[in-house]
T-cell receptor, first 112, second 114 residues
Framework: SQQGEEDPQALSIQEGENATMNCSYK?????LQWYRQNSGRGLVHLILIRSNEREKHSGRLRVTLDTSKKSSSLLITASRAADTASYFC????????????FGTGTKLQVIP | DAGVIQSPRHEVTEMGQEVTLRCKPISGHDYLFWYRQTMMRGLELLIY????????DSGMPEDRFSAKMPNASFSTLKIQPSEPRDSAVYFC????????????FGEGSRLTVL
């Protein structure tokens, strides 16, 4: 089963523009993570935000978390063609069981 | 460390055959996860282990699927008998026991059942 849903499902932007992806989830969480997947490859971790944090930055990435709305967003600033990939949010369910489930993903295309 | 290692990378088999997918997690990681990825259903959690013990197998689709982790460095996912609808990419991932620990994914095993 999937915990989260992301929107948009697909996003196409020009190089240099910002890309924003949103994730909604259903149950209480310990943390929320974002991953990237290049075509035909495994997922790679980008950033983690804990349930008691509201915003986090890492390089060109900015993540926000609103636990009252059960939603998160990932912003990639000054996008590059190399950012073309699928992006997934993943939630680490609370309750001590460390069950990690993924959203449906956003496919990002950055046009040079 | 070489990362999470999965084998085979590609498997083509005929309906009814047994399929075994293998995973070697990163040394020292306490958790191991098996996921299945398809266009229709996205990335589904099948089962995960903590210290070699299955914790939650509610995502295993049917009795045809089974997973084992006989020791800390090896896990298998078996499908017997396989069906065309099992065609997917199967990922293994591992992590430490920390809540702030990221998942490390293997490159996946692409299964095609004819």
């Amino acid at each position: 089963s999937q915990q989260g849903e992301e929107d948009p499902q697909a996003l196409s932007i020009q190089e240099g523009e910002n890309a924003t992806m949103n994730c909604s989830y259903k149950t209480s969480i310990n943390n929320l993570q974002w991953y990237r997947q290049n075509s035909g490859r495994g997922l790679v971790h980008l950033i983690l935000i804990r349930s008691n944090e509201r915003e986090k930055h890492s390089g060109r990435l900015r993540v926000t978390l609103d636990t009252s709305k059960k939603s998160s967003s990932l912003l990639i600033t000054a996008s590059r063609a190399a950012d073309t990939a699928s992006y997934f949010c993943a939630t680490d369910a609370s309750g001590g069981y460390q069950k990690v489930t993924f959203g449906t993903g956003t496919k990002l295309q950055v046009i040079p | 460390d070489a990362g999470v290692i999965q084998s085979p990378r590609h498997e083509v088999t005929e309906m009814g055959q047994e399929v075994t997918l293998r995973c070697k997690p990163i040394s020292g990681h306490d958790y191991l996860f098996w996921y299945r990825q398809t266009m229709m259903r996205g990335l589904e959690l099948l089962i995960y282990f903590n210290n070699n013990v299955p914790i939650d197998d509610s995502g295993m689709p049917e009795d045809r699927f089974s997973a084992k982790m006989p020791n800390a460095s090896f896990s298998t996912l078996k499908i017997q008998p396989s069906e065309p609808r099992d065609s997917a990419v199967y990922f293994c991932a591992s992590r430490t026991g920390e809540y702030t620990g990221e998942l490390f994914f293997g490159e996946g095993s692409r299964l095609t059942v004819l």
